[in-house]
């Protein structure tokens, strides 16, 4: 089994900054594409960036220039660094991953847990 858990989130300023973790643990031969998504209270979930196994990142509009995607394969772990923070950044985020647990394994999609991030005054 696969575990993957965030860590980070909490109650920030407008204009402040947070840096969001997310460890894979358990059963892994290797991870794909890496990604964080975003729901906020009445609203879908949305992709917020993808990092790729090659280390290429992609953002949605929304965030670009202010939030980066990293990633330490010696730790199985992904980075959110958020900076400039607004109110509509407001939501719970969440880690997704790609997966193979054995060599030749299928690999498959994972899901964390959800940290709440806040921006309010």
């Known amino acids: 089994q696969v575990q993957l858990v965030e860590s980070g989130g909490g109650l920030v300023q407008p204009g402040g900054s947070l840096r969001l973790s997310c460890g894979a643990s358990?059963?892994?031969?290797?991870?794909?594409?890496q990604n964080w998504y975003r729901q906020a209270p009445q609203k879908s979930r949305g992709l917020v960036a993808t990092?790729?196994?090659?280390?290429?990142?992609n953002y949605a509009d929304s965030v670009k220039g202010r939030f980066t995607i990293s990633r330490d394969n010696t730790k199985n772990t992904v980075y959110l660094q958020m900076n400039s923070l607004k109110p509509e950044d407001t939501a719970v985020y969440y880690c997704?991953?790609?997966?193979?647990?054995?060599?030749?394994?299928?690999?498959?999609?994972?899901w964390g847990q959800g940290t709440q991030v806040t921006v309010s005054s």
């Open positions: 997704n991953a790609v997966i193979s647990s054995v060599v030749g394994g299928t690999p498959r999609n994972y």
């Open positions: 358990g059963s892994i031969f290797s991870i794909y594409h």
């Open positions: 990092i790729t196994t090659g280390g290429n990142t």
